[in-house]
């Protein structure tokens, strides 16, 4: 691995995961198979049937509470622990496994399973089950309490600093993506643009490998594990 690399972005999608045992929301046995996604992740599905989308996302904890974090996320972990330079991991996913294996300079995308959010106020707090749809927000008492997840039409969190860290970036990683949902799907070009490295860690080529300098597929169990291990060295 190039000695010059200093800075280091990595962004992580469901495939990541998907060796825990979390379904991805994409391919033949993904969440999206069993749900419309216009029926549980939009802010028109919430305001119409708030029953059925708290239902999903319980679903989706109680799933969580079942499964641990593997090899891959750990050695992230391990390379947020150990990294001399800068280090932004960027997460798509909802669920809290970088966090149980120790990642701590780490951004959620696109919302966390386990905070709910106040549709009123924007104050975010921890998810508490069980969570009625009409239960109130500690700090305004409003009854807005909802899954604090970036629905499809929603602005993701933090892109601010996460395009900042991408312009800084000697070295852009993505794991797991389908490179199929913008803005994260752009993120490539944008570390391309300012003269980053370019790797993809997937199982299969995404939709957007041809933006990658260098793609390597397998399992990330398999291949974060040796990434981070060069990086080190």
């Known amino acids: 691995m190039n000695q010059d690399i200093r800075n280091i972005v990595i ?6 995961s998907a060796e825990s045992g979390l379904a991805t929301f994409r391919g033949p046995d993904g969440l999206w198979e069993g749900h419309r996604v216009e029926d549980v992740c939009t802010p028109e599905a919430l305001a119409r049937d708030p029953v059925l989308v708290h239902r999903f996302y319980d679903e989706r904890r109680a799933k969580l509470a079942e499964v641990h974090p593997n090899a891959a996320h750990q050695a992230l972990a391990a390379l947020d622990a150990a990294w001399p330079g800068e280090l932004l991991i960027v997460t798509q996913n909802v669920d809290d496994l970088h966090e149980r294996a120790g990642a701590k300079r780490l951004i959620h995308m696109h919302g966390e399973l386990k905070s709910a959010l106040c549709a009123a106020c924007g104050k975010a707090k ?10 109130s927000c500690d700090s305004c008492g409003r009854p807005a309490l909802r899954p604090d997840i970036v629905f499809f039409g929603e602005m993701p969190y933090e892109m601010d600093a996460i395009d900042a860290a991408l312009r800084d ?5 993505s794991i797991g993506t389908s490179g199929a949902v913008y803005p994260a799907a752009g993120f490539v070009q944008t570390a391309r643009h300012v003269g980053a490295r370019t790797l993809e860690l997937n199982l299969d080529p995404s939709a957007g490998s041809f933006y990658f300098e260098e793609s390597r597929l397998g399992p990330a169990s398999l291949l974060v594990p040796a990434l981070v291990e060069e990086l080190l060295a």
């Open 126 to 135: 921890p998810w508490a089950d069980p969570l009625p749809p009409a239960c």
């Open 11 to 16: 962004l992580t999608g469901a495939g990541i």
């Open 169 to 173: 970036a000697d070295l852009f990683v």
